[in-house]
């Protein structure tokens, strides 16, 4: 009534005061976004606090140090190991509030280009004032982090000459380009203290030492992270001539060598066994290679109709090899007598009938052999079944298959766990007998996968392996470039009594690669493709003569169909544009 009364008055009905639990959720998300997001720039900002506060640390540290430095007598001035020798050890870790901060003290001798630098210096004195650099390395927000500080020291006095000589280090690329920020260790253990620093190089790629005590025993190392590396050689019992042995420095004389250092490169290795043409045949002793029998029985090494059967088939388990590259000749062995017949067929992997087009006759079937099934696509039929229907007019008269077979070539297949040597040109010296020494000799395998990749310095390089190497495509030696990726493919392996080695070329001499060869004899039929160095090669065959078609997409196809074949045989054709 009061509702009634409120509407006759022109009021509103009134609003619940309840909330509703739609509401009560909605209300939870919302202040649980507004919490997440003040939660994460709560959290941004202490990170980039305690970041901060990480880099303050880090820079008193550097300052301490720095301030020590300044707190030493000039002639005191140096690190340990290092030119100028000193009490300062080079690398020193402090810990603040847990964290480690690495301290790394370099110092060396300045020439100040306001008398000339080097020989130009108008006073021949080369180490004018002494220069520190303090880095001091530590972790923050997860990331290695650095803070540098560096201060010259002047000496009390004028300027005068340090005891000992200058040495030079220039460290080039493989194109005698400077190559700047390259670690380049000096070491020498006779002199004492013994000498033990590394420092880097400049922008013209040079690291110039003042006051390098007096000896021929300076060791050098240099390197690069991802490039090669480069030093100095001890003589020794057999690198009686080292190249480039250590380094001599002389009272005020100024010791130069150069190194070079690049990219490293690349050189994949792939094994393959050479192609060999196999043959998948059953003379049915039992029914293990057959898929099905229809109205057949296997009995006394062959297939014959079942007692009663006028017709009967039979099918063969799929035939599907690996590193398939051709099919090659069907054969088989048939007892009909009058009245009586059987002829075979060949299924695709679905165990349909190959078209005509694909193979000719195949859908009438066939009862006289070899079949060649050269142009049979691998790539289109990669797996294939035989057929055979028997059939007769009357049950006195009985049909056989006594075998069959189909013969495929496969290869080259993965050659795994061959071992080989790489041996580069560049040499470290020479045995008393002058005979060189190399470098770089890498003793490798290729594993389980027939491959292996090699990380090398630019260099040219033999290969020599534990099996034979029939063919290396490219061809050696390797030439390696800085920062490059070069492949390449051995075939290695025996070819058996009888093999044909074919090089396919164009009439200016150039390789024609997956150029299609096709070996046959009335009792063998092989295809194989060139590789990029224009090469097939037939092995493990029978002594004979052959028959050997050459073609290639864009060139005339050339025949030679008597081909004499004896041993370890090689041909070469040249084929010409159409």
């Excluded at 066939?366 to 049950?395: D, E, H, K």
């Excluded at 766990?417 to 395998?445: C, E």
């Excluded at 040219?460 to 050696?476: D, H, M, N, Q």
């Excluded at 009594?497 to 009335?522: D, E, F, H, W, Y």
Aim: with cysteine; net charge negative; glycine share 10%.
């Amino acid at each position: 009534m009061s509702l009634s009364r409120e509407r006759q008055r022109g009021g509103r009905a009134p609003i619940a005061s309840g909330m509703t639990l739609i509401d009560v959720l909605v209300g939870s998300a919302l202040l649980l976004v507004v919490f997440l997001a003040l939660f994460g720039a709560l959290r941004a900002s202490l990170s980039l606090s305690a970041i901060d506060q990480a880099e303050a640390t880090a820079v008193e540290v550097a300052n301490t140090q720095m301030e020590y430095l300044r707190g030493l007598n000039y002639e005191a001035l140096g690190t340990q190991g290092g030119i100028p020798s000193g009490f300062v050890p080079q690398y020193a870790t402090s810990t603040v509030d847990g964290a480690p901060y690495v301290v790394h003290t370099f110092i060396d001798y300045y020439d100040d280009p306001a008398d000339g630098t080097g020989t130009a210096d108008t006073n021949g004195i080369t180490t004018d004032y002494k220069k520190a650099v303090v880095s001091v390395s530590y972790a923050a927000g997860g990331f290695p982090r650095l803070v540098t500080l560096a201060s010259n020291f002047a000496p009390p006095g004028i300027e005068s000459n340090t005891a000992g000589g200058t040495l030079d280090i220039h460290v080039v690329d493989a194109s005698d380009n400077a190559v700047s920020g390259a670690s380049v260790r000096i070491v020498n253990a006779s002199t004492s203290p013994a000498i033990d620093f590394t420092t880097l190089t400049d922008s013209s790629g040079m690291v110039s030492i003042g006051g390098a005590t007096s000896s021929p025993d300076y060791q050098i190392y240099v390197s690069k992270s991802g490039d090669s590396s480069a030093q100095t050689y001890p003589r020794t019992a057999i690198n009686v001539n080292p190249t480039p042995g250590f380094l001599t420095v002389r009272q005020d004389q100024t010791t130069t060598s150069t190194f070079a250092i690049d990219r490293l490169a690349t050189l994949i290795i792939s094994s393959f066994s050479p192609a060999t043409t196999t043959v998948f045949s059953d003379s049915f002793a039992s029914t293990a290679n057959l898929a099905g029998e229809k109205n057949a029985i296997v009995s006394d090494g062959s297939v014959q109709l079942a007692s009663g059967a006028l017709s009967g088939s039979v099918q063969s388990i799929p035939i599907s090899p690996s590193y398939l590259d051709s099919w090659g000749l069907l054969n088989a062995s048939l007892s009909t007598p009058s009245g009586a017949s059987v002829v075979v067929r060949v299924l695709d992997a679905s165990g349909n009938l190959l078209p005509d087009s694909v193979l000719a006759g195949n859908s009438t079937g066939f009862s006289s052999f070899p079949v060649s099934l050269i142009g049979v696509s691998t790539t289109s039929y990669p797996t294939l079944a035989l057929s055979a229907t028997l059939s007769r007019s009357s049950t006195s008269t009985n049909p056989d298959l006594r075998s069959w077979s189909l013969s495929h070539t496969q290869g080259p297949e993965p050659f795994p766990n061959s071992r080989f040597l790489l041996t580069g040109t560049k040499t470290i010296g020479s045995t008393a007998s002058s005979a060189p020494l190399y470098k770089t000799q890498v003793t490798g395998i290729t594993g389980s996968t027939g491959s292996v990749t090699e990380t090398l310095e630019w260099d040219a390089y033999t290969l020599s392996a534990s099996t034979t190497v029939l063919e290396s495509c490219p061809p050696g030696p390797y030439q390696l470039a800085p920062g490059s990726a070069t492949s390449t493919k051995l075939v290695q392996g025996s070819l058996g009594n009888a093999s044909l080695g074919v090089t396919v070329m164009n009439t200016q001499g150039g390789a024609i690669g997956n150029a299609r060869v096709v070996l046959s004899s009335p009792s063998f039929a092989a295809a194989l493709p060139t590789d990029a160095c224009g090469v097939a090669y037939f092995a493990a065959i029978a002594p004979g003569t052959y028959s050997l078609v050459t073609s290639a997409p864009g060139y005339t196809t050339m025949s030679d169909l008597n081909l004499p074949i004896s041993g370890q045989a090689t041909t070469t054709v040249s084929l010409s544009l159409q």
